[in-house]
């Protein structure tokens, strides 16, 4: 099966580089794909296997019963799972996840698959920081771009905020549509509290997605979204675009070498205000402190850690990390 991992700093030289051996085990991995065969060793199974995929924020339940009503229904492919959070787990989501391999023709054809793999670490952090500050979100307007198959984050805020509005995009047609899939579930289910939430697809460089969305939110999220080289200055522009006068995006992501700096460079041309933070909450970054010292094996703070940035369009957001008065 050919899933993705950690991702790589690209077109950097100060970004910590993939080790030739395990370069070579992932072409040997893809040949294989290609000729319609399974990895024939236990190491080359885990090439394909993320080495740190979770900071803990969630639990995650298998939801069988869900599988077979689907599976007598005709439903697609994927488990369906309950996201519980477990700082506050009055709040969980039921995700259809794990949509099987990845094709080669989606791979070499479709937008950015990535988010076709499984919930990135950062989204898993947005997804508790909006969780964590619900009021932020009460009575407005809010998007979630690159969610991914599940948009966790973005369907977090429409479980548990009193918005007036969610969508949920990404740039790859079959991660939207499973995030419908996931949507119409919830609310079958009764956790859905946001009057109004849908999806579709958003490719920040197609002018035809973003100009209709123009200058329609007062939040913009998103997690890891950062390091392809060719989507990173129109994810700024989408951005700047999107948010109404005065809005602010919330985006998390690791720095991936000099990616993050570069996205914040791009920003900043765009005429974004940036605010920056490394330790913006005491559970996530003890948990990042105590990997960095037992198991840097797995611990990349590098790939691993997301950044939060705060981009407003117009005034300067107020610091998220002191409490208002």
């Known amino acids: 099966m050919l899933t993705n991992n950690d991702r790589c700093p690209q077109n950097n030289t100060d970004a910590t580089e993939c080790k030739p051996e395990a370069a070579k085990a992932r072409w040997s991995l893809l040949r294989q794909v290609l000729k319609q065969r399974q990895p024939d060793s236990d190491s080359m199974q885990q090439i394909s296997v993320r080495r ?3 900071f803990n924020l969630f639990t995650r339940t298998r939801v069988k019963e869900l599988d077979r009503e689907e599976s007598r229904g005709g439903g697609g492919a994927g488990q369906w799972v309950q996201y519980t959070s477990a700082s506050f787990p009055q709040y969980s989501a039921f995700l259809r996840d794990n949509l099987g391999p990845l094709k080669v023709d989606e791979v070499l054809t479709s937008f950015d698959n990535t ?5 990135w670490p950062s989204e898993e952090v947005l997804a508790y920081y909006c969780l964590k500050t619900p009021d932020v979100f009460r009575g407005l307007t809010v998007c979630e771009l690159g969610g991914g198959m599940t948009c966790l984050a973005g369907l977090m805020i429409a479980i548990a905020a009193d918005v007036k509005e969610v969508l949920l995009s990404d740039g790859n047609e079959k991660a939207i549509q499973n995030v419908r899939s996931v949507i119409e579930r919830n609310r079958k289910m009764g956790v859905i509290k946001a009057a109004s939430v849908s999806s579709c697809v958003v490719r920040w460089d197609s002018e035809a997605d973003v100009s209709p969305l123009e200058g329609h939110f007062d939040i913009v999220i998103c997690a890891d979204c950062v390091f392809l080289d060719q989507y990173r200055a129109s994810l700024a522009d989408a951005i700047k675009r999107l948010l109404k006068l005065n809005g602010r995006a919330i985006v998390f992501a690791p ?10 460079s791009l920003a900043e041309k765009a005429g974004l205000f940036i605010r920056r933070y490394e330790n913006y909450d005491e559970h996530i970054w003890n948990f990042h402190s105590k990997m960095k010292r037992e198991k840097k094996e797995i611990y990349d703070e590098n790939i691993h850690y997301p950044v939060l940035l705060i981009l407003t369009k117009g005034t300067p957001a107020p610091d998220p990390t002191r409490k208002q008065t």
């Open 255 to 264: 720095r991936r070498g000099s990616t993050l700096n570069q996205f914040c």
């Open 52 to 54: 740190f995929s979770s």
């Open 115 to 119: 988010g076709n793999v499984c919930v």
